[in-house]
């Protein structure tokens, strides 16, 4: 069966990776491509499948305002049948499930499956969309003994990311079809204007004869006529002074000017405009040329024009062609800038930076802002956009919904609302019209982002400097854009949603750093039922007592939910408190007996409780009702720890009693709730043998890779029960370095020297031991020196090194925040040479802190 | 004085010879930069050997980068000396540095060039 084991740190790597993978490509089959790709392995499924139309539909430049706005492609709505495998490994065998699982999916536009095959696969099928609508279904294939992430919710993740992707790969394809689109129509332009050139040089001519003082003498029968004008009308006067020209004086001063440079023996040529019979003015290509005779003196000077009105107007034409394209491929730019920022976005924060930034841009307006109703829907608040002055902005951050804006208004009644003009506002919105007066905005908008479930989640506020019809084309570019976004907020809201029960379940639950424990390696794994979202009561604890001793807790407490987060947040701080002030394990659960006095929710807690001596593994125990420890041998035998057993929390009477054992190197000793040994309708021994088969058959792994086999063989898919399971690994003292950097930077050499010697005494050889110290020297410089940023104090970074297998893993692990991004300059080299030194390095941010992990493989003696 | 660091001057052929021994780290690299810049004077060339030092990582790698920027700028020059198979030739190398900053293998051939 493939395994969900619903971790929801696997999750959001796993999302991560997808996220990342359906990043790049540019176009709707490079996303194709990529899900069976890069997506397909990252899920872990076994074969993966594209279907789509024989032919996906043009993506057409319809969004943009460059024309009719066309139609939507035909969306091949009821043609599942037409759907063909365009990339990707399709089921073969007459009996497959699948052409019936894509049919079903693409018919409800809904994530169809996990639908087991015959052959023992199990299929999931996924709808894709993009912004026009469905376009065919992806499916995932899970081999039966894999251990592909299976859980459904993960797959409704998913599919809001491809329709993301698909979208981002449509506006690539639209927008690589407008650059050639432009390119054709330059092409064609420049064509039909040289052919009116040739027609129109042909043409009309007017041609006169000065003297050089500008006086006219003659003038040609068509510059006449054109006037409706007899010589006996023009000739004698000063040019200028004619009707073509007395018709405004800068068009006169002009030519004064013009017969001056012209009796001075330079030429003139301009294009002016001239008036002609009944007042209309045309434009001519004018030129002024002086003719001197033989002795070089300036006898006349000719005037001539050539009638270019229609060349004028093509020009300006053009122009204001090529301007409409420029913007639309600028804001054709801008969508795909957004969307690409919207992609990289993970939180609500930066999905609503995003659009404030670049909304504006995407349909050419001067300001843009978004508003976000409250939880209880009365109040928007603002998120204003560059563009608008201080103190406006800052008038402008908090509107009740019920007041007459275009923000609240779009949010109230769902649909666009629309100011043209400064009258319009005025008359509709008077509460903001001032403002906007003030600020120069002269036509405002206001654009509902709806979510999943017809919610308006969102509106995005849109102001021009200049009055602004909502015409079609603006119409189609806000629907874009409001779809880009509303798929970005609903896909952060999931991200924030993550990310807060995340942190909630792991402040709740588990210990926000780990003790330094010496050769014992310490790791734990908490798994919440069914859905992530279901908080448990799983918990565990573990800190140290005194220099060379260790307390683990673990328990389980009656109940679900919040009130048992509480409970759990309660006993471990019981625990804590306690620990150090009761002799050992046993005294440990009488005091916690008392405790449940007081907080009843506690009753009934089952515990498992440790004492374990650093130094030499000695280690007591006592069990209040809890399953008993395992204890894995280095040869993978395993005995369960079934001494110091009594009843759990709050039902007992007199001392618990309490067994003692004993961790030899090698050994780990694995705590557990029982929900990695329960489950219904099945007897519990069948249980325990099962964890124990499985600890047998992980004991070669490493810690992660151990915990994660231990649970993938005992957890059933869509467990019922949350489970928490806590691993103690003493390795032989030279397997495991564990030291720690106090202090700050001058605490790193002692944790560099104490490396150094480590790995010495494991005889790698002196270029290894150089650059394992650099990549572990570089690792703990950068936590020491970004770690803490926000917290002056320096905290401790700590170094663990464990050799196992030919393998050398080293981890950094900070306990501070990180800033996000790394600290520019020549510091950023230290990842660079972490990477040429060692065979892997992998960073994990998380919001207690950074883990730098690097492994490389080495040579050691013995 | 540093701990980690030891760093002594001799002035030779016109040029200021540091030679360091000792580790180049976060911690110590801001005295090792402080100290070879103000010695850095105008036409005056300054070498610093760094065969003996047993540890160098990218903040040492910094320092020298700005050394090398500083001096230059004030009309002297940075010269550094690494021996072959040293910890800090192989971390110059790796971080291609060699080929921003003048290396040189002996300190011989440093004040020869």
Redesign the interface.
Known sequence: MPRATGDLRRFLDTYRQVAASLFEPQSRLGVAGAMVGPVRLALGADRAVVYGPPMLPAAEADVLPTGPGGAAPAAATDAAAALVPLVGEPASGPASTEPALVAAAHRQRRVAGPLPEPGGEELVAIPLADGHGPIGVAVFAFAPDGEGPLEPSWFDALELECREAMERGRLWEVKAGLREQTRQDQVRLEASERRLRRVLDGLFLFVGLLSPDGTLLEANRAALDAGGLEPGDVVGKPFWDTYWWAWDEGVQAELRAAVARAAAGRPSRYDVQVRLGGGRLITIDFQLVPVPDDDGRITYLVPSGLDITDRKRQEAELEQRLRDEQRAREQAEALQQLAEALGAASSSDDVYDAVVHSAAAVVGAAFANLAVPTEDDTVIALRNGPGLPGDIAARWTTVPVDTATPLGMALRTAATVWAADPVAIAERFPTGAADADAAGLRALGAVPVVGAGGRVVAVIGLAWHEPRPLTPELQAALAALAAVVGQAVERAGRFDAERHVAQALQAVLLPAGLPQLGTMELTARYLAAESTLAVGGDWYECFTIDAGRVVLALGDVVGRGLEAAATVGQLRAAVAALANSVPGPGALLDRLDGFVRHFPGAICTTVVCVELAIDTGELRYACAGHPPPLLVRADGSTVMLEGGRSTPIGISAGPRPEATARLEPGERLVLYTDGLVERRGERIDVGFDRLRAAATANAGHREAAFLDGILAATVPQAAGDDVCVLAVHRHHARQRLAVSVREGAPGLAAARHGLRGWLEELGADPATVDEVVLAAGEAMGNAVEHAYLADPTPGDVLLEATMMGGVLELTVSDFGAWRREAAPGPRGRGLGLMRLVMDEVRLEPSPSGTKVTMRRSMEVQG | MNE?LQMASVERNGSVVWDVEG?I???SAPAFERQVSDSGAEGRAVVVDLGRVR?L???G??SL??LHLQLDQRGSKLKVVVADGS?AR??IT??ALDQVIAVFASLDGALAA
Do not use: C, G, I, P
């Open positions: 980690l580790e780290d976060l911690a540890y990582d990218s903040a790698l910094a980068v700005r910890v192989s971390t790796l971080a």
